[in-house]
């Protein structure tokens, strides 16, 4: 049996849940619309294709702004297979790449109480967001 604290702490997260679900469906609504508005008005735009920010003027003064940038990912493996011939060229792979570092969770747990330790003093730990699902009974449909 829930307590009354706790039968509203998990009705204010349920409604709370449904309003994220539906403001999804609203973000979602608002980037479609807005790529449409990015087609329609490249036209507009210098050059509709480049990265940055670039500038339309419009009727009464007022100006679009319109700013793109891109997401790259660098493939490690490859990076690293490409170190010789950039060299080559003079490209310095540690000015071009931010190597950082990243804990292998797996291995981390494996390590013995003492290396743990030892570890733990470069190591920042904090705890996430925990994650609540209302998972109904087998046999409900």
Do not use: N
């Not at 509203?8 to 349920?14: F, H, K, V």
């Not at 500038?55 to 493939?75: F, N, Q, S």
């Not at 493996?77 to 310095?92: N, Y």
């Not at 570890?119 to 046999?139: N, R, Y």
């Amino acid at each position: 049996m829930l307590t009354p604290t706790q039968h509203a702490a998990l009705s204010t997260w349920y409604v709370a849940s449904a309003e994220a679900e539906a403001a999804k469906l609203v973000i979602a609504r608002e980037q479609a619309a807005r790529k449409l508005a990015c087609e329609a008005l490249a036209p507009l735009l210098p050059d509709a294709d480049g990265e940055g920010t670039m500038y339309a003027d419009l009727p009464d003064g007022w100006r679009l702004k319109r700013t793109i940038g891109y997401t790259r990912k660098v493939d490690a493996r490859t990076v690293e297979a490409l170190r010789a011939p950039l060299k080559a060229l003079h490209v310095s792979l540690d000015r071009l790449v931010d190597w950082k570092p990243a804990l292998v969770t797996k291995e981390y747990r494996e390590l013995t109480a003492e290396a743990r330790a030892v570890f733990d003093q470069c190591l920042t730990t904090t705890p996430g967001l925990p994650a609540l699902e209302l998972v109904p009974p087998k046999d409900a449909k």
